[in-house]
């Protein structure tokens, strides 16, 4: 062990307060729980203490818990279910170390991790947050992948936040930002994030300390509760911003006159596709102004009976709304016409209709990360963890060469949902909606279904259907 790593391992001895302290969150993990209390008290790093919290378990977690509380370096801690959040915070009342971490009880770190990430910390005074690589394990504990994460001295984007547990973290900057917001019950590392970044330092060590569980009962699988907190926590952060957006929705339609196999008007479950997503704009907090531009007056007149005064509607010029025409002279002729009506946007959604299952939510979703990051554009995606290849000329080849080797900068996503929000300014100057500061917000896979072939239509009937039954806001005739 360096001497920096002996320094701090000594220091306990000096003082009666712990460098770090490390709490575990448990609640029905008693099947992990005992590889995750031997993975801290297996540290090579010595100078701690371990809060162990037991959130309502009704498994077998308090018979493995009972033999650690006559540990003098455990701290166990029985309560009545209170979540995640509340534990956080109880957890941090409860420390006297300068550091503080978290280890969720399905998870197991590295034997070096403390030693590690407190040696990266304690060498640089401006990093109040530093959290590692890590390895992605199956339920038994084999490994699945590596994740290698981006070399954070050289991300400007910082919209890709470190995991909620398994980061070090300073103690008194959680106080000093008044520690977890109980308002959320999962996701408490993305809205810290949010947090700590516009006033701290963070810094990654490239080196997997963690060992990351993913199975059925864990929040990975969980995607609908996850994205619909991250939306909250999105729109938390956004409504404290002063610069609020005026955001116009854009909604180019060919029709059939230009299009013979146009959809705009075949009815999905009732109701007019063209509908779904007007009525999703319209039921945006986030959109002040919509305008359906197309070169179809029969569009024009069924938008104008049905919706009146509430959707501005512009006649297009065919020539724009040729195969292959760029959408760009499109664009400018749209906000060319809100100008004459005095409703110039700061921003605009760009919105097609094949998108029946987007939401009022997946838009405002996407204007609030643009206003939390501070994007040019920011579009709808989804991740896409295949394997993909690329043909040389000779053949396919993997762009992922180590099958167990995951690169943050090499994740792949794809354009879904149909939801892009574009500054004007930035759009008037440089003509571009696929290039600049670009932000991505994630849809559910709802959403992220586009029609494009009769298959498509077929699937979006069958999820129309089940959503009217099941009674769900996106169902037949709700907006």
């Known amino acids: 062990m360096n001497k920096v790593s002996d320094t701090l391992n000594n220091s306990m001895t000096e003082s009666s307060l712990p460098l770090v302290t490390v709490y575990i969150t448990n609640h029905n993990y008693g099947r992990y729980l005992e590889q995750a209390i031997h993975s801290v008290l297996n540290q090579t790093f010595r100078n701690y203490e371990l809060l162990i919290i037991d959130d309502g378990s009704d498994d077998h977690s308090k018979e493995i818990l009972q033999p650690y509380e006559v540990d003098t370096r455990v701290t166990v801690i029985f309560q009545t279910r209170k979540g995640l959040a509340v534990s956080n915070n109880i957890a941090l009342k409860m420390a006297r170390g300068i550091y503080i971490m978290r280890l969720d009880a399905d998870d197991y770190l590295d034997e070096n991790a403390l030693s590690v990430m407190v040696g990266v910390i304690e060498r640089n005074p401006l990093a109040d947050m530093v959290f590692p690589d890590y390895y992605l394990v199956d339920e038994e504990g084999n490994i699945l992948e590596m994740m290698r994460r981006h070399q954070f001295e050289d991300v400007d984007l910082l919209d890709q936040p470190a995991h909620g547990a398994c980061t070090l973290i300073r103690k008194e900057r959680l106080i000093e930002l008044g520690g977890y917001d109980e308002a959320f019950q999962c996701q408490d590392g993305y809205d810290l994030w949010l947090r700590f970044t516009r006033h701290y330092h963070v810094k990654n060590v490239n080196l997997p300390m963690f060992y990351y569980r993913k199975h059925g009962k864990n929040l990975t699988g969980d995607e609908g509760r996850i994205l619909k907190t991250r939306n909250q926590i999105l729109k938390k952060h956004a409504t404290l911003g002063k610069n609020r957006l005026d955001v116009a929705a854009i909604i180019p339609v060919r029709g059939g006159n230009l299009d013979p196999d146009s959809l705009a008007m075949k009815r999905l479950c009732g109701k007019p596709l ?174 992220s279904l586009k029609i494009k072939s009769d298959l498509d239509w077929m699937f979006a009937e069958m999820a129309a259907s089940n959503l009217f039954s099941a009674g769900e806001a996106r169902s037949c005739g709700a907006s």
């Open 274 to 447: 063209i509908s779904y997503t007007i009525e999703a704009a319209l039921s945006s907090e986030r959109i002040s102004r919509v305008l359906v531009t197309t070169p179809n007056r029969d569009i024009v007149d069924f938008v104008n009976k049905t919706y009146g005064s509430a959707v501005f509607t512009l006649i297009r010029d065919p020539r724009l709304a040729r195969f292959n025409t760029p959408i760009v002279d499109t664009l400018f002729h749209a906000l060319d016409h809100l100008k004459t009506l005095r409703a110039i946007p700061d921003a605009f959604s760009l919105l097609y209709i094949e998108s029946p299952f987007r939401t009022h939510l997946d838009i405002n979703a996407a204007i609030n990360v643009m206003e939390v990051f501070d994007t040019d554009i920011v579009v709808g995606v989804r991740p896409d963890d295949g394997q993909f290849y690329q043909h040389n000329g000779r053949g396919l080849v993997a762009i992922r060469k180590n099958q167990l080797l995951r690169l943050e900068r090499e994740d792949m996503f794809r354009e879904a949902g149909q939801v892009r929000i574009v500054r004007r300014l930035f759009f008037e100057k440089y003509k571009q909606i696929h290039q600049g500061k670009m932000g991505h917000l994630v849809v559910d896979q709802l959403s």
